[in-house]
């Protein structure tokens, strides 16, 4: 097998779109496998018919959301083959838009082309022309694709600022900046989300300069670099301004472009280009520390290691400055694995820095020397290191000092110093989760002596963080009897309104028939429905954010957004207004925790051995159930199987004729990540939150933390020094409490310890 990052990506667009707008114009998100149409001159390009093909759309339909793609198109070629008009309509309709999405451009035009003879002026017309336009731009047949767009837009169609964005593309492929500088601002005018309205702004600029407008392409850059721009989208545009103003020999703008980027965003990869260029390497305006940092943040770590000592080498250096250097330094020895050097960076960034005034680097400082302490084996210099965080008020992690030396002292046995430690932490702590955290460890640390104050110590961890991993574990160690119902969800959507009447009063009807009326709604339901998923989520994204302040709106749009089967939307928006107020009904609870393909979850959690919801509680958290969802570590699918353990799988399995394309089909997915949850449980004798870690950070990893534990699951949780692991393992644990009580299998929240 062979795998290729790009090419997946590709493949995730849709590629359909070749320039300027492909990310507008990638058709449907999916994955399809390559079908073998059969078309003749005049008929459709269908899969051959198998003899006795029952037609039955909906099984098509949950055939191919399941990832069966081979089973959905036999069923969808048998009703265009065999079906009433209705059927072949619908057949030809449901092919097109996978056909399109796997890029079989040819044959998704041919079978757009029979629907919209066979249902003209319809909705499904109108969308199949959407569609068809990308098609045939994807094809080089501009002509064709402008009079699709044109006649979209003659449709009075919702998405009409996409359609303007496509004609754009298409003016801009034959040369006519003008035409399609026009086309643009019709389509910022008719309404774009941020993201689309970005990449349109990027490409006017583009072709402002490439007509050598320069006052206009630097002022249409200049416009994306304001607050309430994305980082990543200003970033962009300082770099491209820079650009823009060094061509035309404005030396002094660009370096002001440049040294904005280096300063606003070193994070970005885009700071590191620009501090490459001479304009920037020449700057006396930026400075030897922002030059370092960048380095640093962009891991470049022989670079910063040179700067970071040439700065504390330079004699201007002032006090703070050297401290900076020093701090740096510390982290850099660290990823080099020289420990004794980080300590005495350490060290001396903490001399050089006053009390008080300087806090949040001498807390910073104080933490790092800690932790390389209890990487050494120092535990008593660790918990002294941690206490003195702790006692630093302007430091971050003041808290997480005063938590960590208690934790450190109790797994020494030292209870009573364990003790005043948390006591002080449930004292500072700002928030519910923090609260819940020490009143728990309060709770187990008086379990051996006092158990009156231990209970009210589990008490108040609950009422602090009901609903969070601490405040669940101390509600099933309180009361262990609250596991297991029948599984009969409880409540209804009844219930759900009456709990929002209850909070902010009755639901405005007007409101609500005007947004789902406005053009956002009906422009993403539009690109939605004609394929055009990317762009179609980005709007409903945008949506989220505007009636985030709306309780009943949030919540219808909820409803909405999980009925069109779009649960990575939905449940954001329901879990928005389930955190927003206390005691969130189940009914509520089963929108943010959906049980998305249920069947196969079933199935293949029964097959391995755990309980359906461990999975679903985990693949919330891989990828919100989003199929075709890819990781910064290429992590592919509803499972976020690594492709190298995706062979290991396949092989053990027996999955004959796989690739790593396949992980984005759901019961591939499935069953290759149920297999290696279950596996992790034989591995760690049934420990839940053991294999949930190893999932996330490792099998070796979480041998090593459970040893560290002496197998105590409270003090596993805590000694995961991976703070992605730990977080991870927390939060599934959470979804996995929560789903059994949305779905009727516990009568209240609760987790076992």
């Known amino acids: 097998?062979?795998?290729?990052?790009?090419?997946?990506?590709?493949?995730?667009?849709?590629?359909?779109?070749?320039?300027?707008?492909?990310?507008?114009?990638?058709?449907?998100?999916?994955?399809?496998?390559?079908?073998t149409p059969t078309p003749t001159d005049s008929g459709p390009a269908i899969s051959p018919v198998a003899?006795?093909?029952?037609?039955?759309?909906?099984?098509?339909?949950?055939?191919?959301?399941?990832?069966?793609?081979?089973?959905?198109?036999?069923?969808?070629?048998?009703?265009?083959?065999?079906?009433?008009?209705?059927e072949r309509q619908a057949g030809l309709w449901a092919i097109a838009q996978i056909q399109a999405g796997d890029g079989e451009n040819d044959d998704a035009e041919r079978n757009l082309r029979l629907l919209r003879e066979m249902s003209p002026d319809t909705k499904t017309d109108r969308q199949a022309l959407l569609l068809l336009a990308s098609v045939e731009f994807a094809q080089a047949d501009l002509d064709e694709g402008r009079a699709?767009?044109?006649?979209?837009?003659?449709?009075?169609?919702?998405?009409?600022?996409?359609?303007?964005?496509?004609?754009?593309?298409?003016?801009?492929?034959?040369?006519?900046?003008?035409?399609?500088?026009?086309?643009?601002?019709e389509a910022l005018a008719a309404g774009l989300p941020a993201s689309a309205e970005a990449e349109a702004i990027f490409t006017q600029a583009a072709l402002y300069e490439a007509e050598e407008d320069y006052d206009s392409a630097s002022a249409a850059l200049s416009g994306l670099t304001d607050s309430s721009r994305s980082d990543a989208t200003a970033a962009e545009?300082?770099?491209?301004?820079?650009?823009?103003?060094?061509?035309?020999?404005?030396?002094?703008?660009?370096?002001?472009?440049?040294?904005?980027?280096?300063?606003?965003?070193?994070?970005?990869?885009?700071?590191?280009?620009?501090?490459?260029?001479?304009?920037?390497a020449a700057d006396p305006g930026v400075s030897s520390f922002d030059r370092a940092f960048v380095y640093f943040v962009q891991r470049s770590n022989d670079l910063a290691l040179a700067a970071f000592e040439g700065i504390l080498a330079s004699p201007a250096t002032g006090t703070v400055a050297a401290a900076e250097a020093h701090y740096y330094l510390g982290i850099l020895s660290e990823r080099f694995s020289l420990y004794d050097e980080a300590l005495a960076h350490y060290d001396a960034a903490i001399a050089l820095l006053s009390p008080g005034l300087d806090d949040p680097l001498r807390g910073q400082s104080a933490w790092d020397r800690a932790t390389v302490l209890e990487l050494q084996g120092d535990i008593?210099?660790?918990?002294?290191?941690?206490?003195?965080?702790?006692?630093?008020?302007?430091?971050?992690?003041?808290?997480?000092?005063?938590?960590?030396?208690?934790?450190?002292?109790?797994?020494?046995?030292?209870?009573?110093?364990?003790?005043?430690h948390w006591t002080r932490f449930s004292q500072v702590a700002a928030s519910g989760d923090?609260?819940?955290?020490?009143?728990?460890?309060?709770?187990?640390?008086?379990?051996?002596?006092?158990?009156?104050?231990?209970?009210?110590?589990?008490?108040?961890?609950?009422?602090?963080?009901?609903?969070?991993?601490?405040?669940?574990?101390?509600?099933?160690?309180?009361?262990?009897?609250?596991?297991?119902?029948?599984?009969?969800?409880?409540?209804?959507?009844?219930?759900?309104?009456?709990?929002?009447?209850?909070?902010?009063?009755?639901?405005?009807?007007?409101?609500?028939?005007?947004?789902?009326?406005?053009?956002?709604?009906?422009?993403?339901?539009?690109?939605?429905?004609?394929?055009?998923?990317?762009?179609?989520?980005?709007?409903?994204?945008e949506m989220l954010e505007g009636?985030?302040?709306?309780?009943?709106?949030?919540?219808?749009?909820?409803?909405?957004?999980?009925?069109?089967?779009?649960?990575?939307?939905?449940?954001?928006?329901?879990?928005?207004?389930?955190?927003?107020?206390?005691?969130?009904?189940?009914?509520?609870?089963?929108?943010?925790?959906?049980?998305?393909?249920?069947?196969?979850?079933?199935?293949?959690?029964?097959?391995?051995?755990?309980?359906?919801?461990?999975?679903?509680?985990?693949?919330?958290?891989?990828?919100?159930?989003?199929?075709?969802?890819?990781?910064?570590?290429?992590?592919?699918?509803?499972?976020?199987?690594?492709?190298?353990?995706?062979?290991?799988?396949?092989?053990?399995?027996?999955?004959?004729d796989f690739t790593y394309i396949d992980l984005f089909r759901p019961n591939v997915s499935i069953r290759f990540g149920s297999y290696y949850v279950g596996t992790q449980l034989d591995v760690f004798g049934g420990n839940v939150r053991a294999a949930v870690a190893a999932y996330n950070g490792g099998p070796f990893n979480a041998e090593t933390w459970l040893a560290a534990a002496g197998g105590d699951n409270d003090i596993f949780v805590e000694t995961i020094t991976?703070?992605?692991?730990?977080?991870?393992?927390?939060?599934?644990?959470?979804?996995?409490?929560?789903?059994?009580?949305?779905?009727?299998?516990?009568?209240?929240?609760?987790?076992?310890?």
């Open 51 to 86: 003899s006795g093909t029952v037609i039955d759309l909906a099984l098509a339909e949950r055939l191919y959301y399941e990832g069966d793609f081979e089973g959905a198109l036999a069923i969808y070629s048998a009703a265009i083959e065999n079906g009433d008009e209705g």
């Open 434 to 541: 923090e609260r819940a955290r020490a009143h728990y460890w309060l709770g187990l640390a008086h379990q051996g002596f006092d158990s009156t104050r231990a209970g009210e110590e589990f008490a108040a961890a609950a009422a602090a963080d009901p609903l969070g991993y601490y405040g669940l574990v101390a509600a099933a160690t309180i009361d262990p009897t609250f596991c297991c119902l029948n599984g009969d969800p409880p409540g209804n959507a009844a219930d759900v309104e009456s709990w929002l009447r209850s909070h902010v009063g009755p639901e405005d009807a007007t409101a609500r028939n005007e947004f789902f009326a406005g053009d956002p709604w009906r422009r993403a339901r539009e690109l939605h429905e004609a394929s055009l998923s990317g762009r179609a989520d980005d709007e409903f994204r």
């Open 722 to 753: 991976f703070t992605e692991t730990r977080s991870y393992v927390e939060l599934v644990l959470e979804n996995y409490a929560l789903y059994r009580y949305a779905w009727g299998e516990t009568s209240r929240p609760a987790l076992s310890p």
């Open 380 to 420: 008593d210099g660790a918990i002294a290191g941690f206490a003195e965080v702790g006692e630093i008020p302007g430091a971050e992690l003041a808290g997480e000092g005063t938590f960590r030396a208690g934790l450190l002292a109790y797994n020494l046995g030292r209870v009573s110093e364990a003790i005043t």
């Open 148 to 185: 699709a767009f044109e006649a979209y837009l003659e449709s009075g169609g919702p998405a009409a600022s996409y359609a303007h964005l496509g004609l754009a593309d298409i003016e801009s492929a034959e040369g006519n900046a003008e035409a399609a500088l026009s086309r643009i601002v």
């Open 1 to 35: 097998m062979t795998f290729l990052p790009h090419a997946v990506r590709s493949l995730l667009r849709g590629g359909v779109f070749i320039i300027a707008f492909a990310a507008v114009w990638g058709c449907s998100d999916g994955a399809a496998p390559g079908s």
């Open 547 to 656: 009636v985030s302040g709306d309780a009943w709106l949030l919540y219808r749009f909820a409803e909405e957004t999980s009925e069109l089967g779009l649960p990575w939307i939905s449940t954001l928006a329901a879990q928005r207004l389930a955190l927003r107020y206390a005691d969130p009904p189940p009914a509520l609870l089963r929108l943010v925790y959906p049980r998305e393909y249920w069947d196969l979850v079933q199935v293949e959690a029964e097959v391995n051995g755990f309980d359906p919801y461990l999975l679903l509680s985990m693949m919330r958290q891989e990828s919100l159930y989003f199929p075709r969802a890819v990781s910064p570590a290429e992590a592919l699918g509803l499972t976020q199987v690594i492709p190298t353990t995706a062979d290991g799988i396949a092989a053990a399995i027996g999955e004959e």
């Open 237 to 280: 545009a300082l770099w491209r301004r820079g650009n823009l103003e060094a061509s035309r020999g404005d030396e002094n703008e660009a370096r002001l472009m440049y040294r904005t980027l280096i300063r606003r965003y070193p994070e970005f990869a885009r700071a590191l280009d620009a501090l490459n260029t001479p304009l920037a």
